[in-house]
C-alpha cells in the first residue's frame, strides 16, 4: 500500500499546483501563476514513471491524473491568459479563455478513449503542452516588457490556434524512438524557429529557451503534419 503512496501524492502535487497558480494569478502575481504551472508540469512527469517503478499504476490514478491535468494546465492557463492579456476583449476574451480549457478537456477525454488505438504519436498537441505553452510565453514577455495588446488581436488568435490544436489530428511525435516519422524538412523548420526565438528573447534567455521548447513543439507537429501528408505517409 505505501508503494502507491508516492505517485499519489505526485498526481496530488499536480492539483496543488494548479491551484497555486490559480490564486497566484488571481492575486496580480503573474510570475508564479505560471511558474506553477511549470511545477505541475514536472509533477505530471514524475506521477506516471514513479506509479510504473513501484508497479502500482492503476485506472483510478488515471483517471486522477486526467483531472489534475484538467486543472493545471487547461483551467489555470486560461485564467492565467485572460488576466495578462484577454481581458480587454471584453466577452471574446471570455470566449478564448474558455475555449482553451473546453479543448483541453476534450483532449484529454479523447486520449483516455483512444489509448488503446493510438500508438507511437500524440493525435493533438498534448494538453501539457498546451497549457505551458501560455505559461512561458507570459514569462517571456512579461521579462521582456513585452505589451501583447500592441500585436491587436494576435495574442487571442494564437492562443485559439494552440486551443485547436489540442483537439485536431496533427499527429505529434511522442519521441519513444518509434511511430511518426520525423522528416528532415520538419528538424530545419523547428530548428530555425527554436534559434529565432532564442534570438528575439536574448535579454531573457532562460524564458526564452522555455517558450522556445513549447513553441517550436506545437509548431512542428504543424509542419510535420504538412510534410507527411504531402508525401503521401500520412492519409
Not at 65 to 81: E, H, N, T
Not at 106 to 117: D, E, M, P, Q, T
Not at 123 to 142: D, H, W
Amino acid at each position: 500500500m505505501y508503494k502507491a503512496l508516492i505517485p499519489n501524492m505526485l498526481t496530488s502535487s499536480n492539483l496543488v499546483f494548479g491551484m497555486c497558480s490559480i490564486m497566484s494569478t488571481f492575486s496580480g502575481n503573474l510570475f508564479w501563476g505560471a511558474i506553477f504551472i511549470l511545477l505541475a508540469l514536472a509533477a505530471d512527469g514524475m506521477d506516471g514513471r514513479a506509479a510504473r517503478f513501484f508497479g502500482v499504476s492503476s485506472e483510478i490514478g488515471k483517471e486522477m491524473d486526467s483531472l489534475c491535468d484538467l486543472v493545471s494546465f487547461g483551467v489555470a492557463p486560461g485564467i492565467l491568459a485572460y488576466v495578462f492579456c484577454l481581458q480587454v476583449f471584453s466577452w471574446f476574451g471570455w470566449f478564448v479563455a474558455i475555449c482553451f480549457a473546453l479543448c483541453g478537456a476534450w483532449r484529454l477525454a479523447r486520449f483516455n478513449v483512444n489509448a488503446s488505438v493510438v500508438h507511437g504519436y500524440f493525435m493533438g498537441l498534448a494538453i501539457p503542452a498546451g497549457g505551458c505553452f501560455i505559461a512561458t510565453s507570459t514569462l517571456l514577455m512579461n521579462a521582456l516588457a513585452f505589451d501583447p495588446h500592441s500585436l491587436s488581436w494576435v495574442y487571442p488568435a494564437v492562443m485559439l490556434v494552440v486551443a485547436f490544436l489540442m483537439v485536431s489530428e496533427v499527429h505529434y511525435p511522442d519521441f519513444k524512438g518509434k511511430g511518426e516519422k520525423i522528416y528532415l524538412v520538419s528538424k530545419i523548420g523547428a530548428l530555425l524557429l527554436f534559434a529565432a526565438i532564442l534570438f528575439i528573447g536574448r535579454d531573457a534567455i532562460l524564458f526564452a529557451l522555455l517558450f522556445a521548447v513549447f513553441g517550436t513543439y506545437a509548431a512542428f507537429g504543424i509542419l510535420n503534419t504538412i510534410v507527411s501528408k504531402v508525401t503521401g505517409d500520412q492519409k
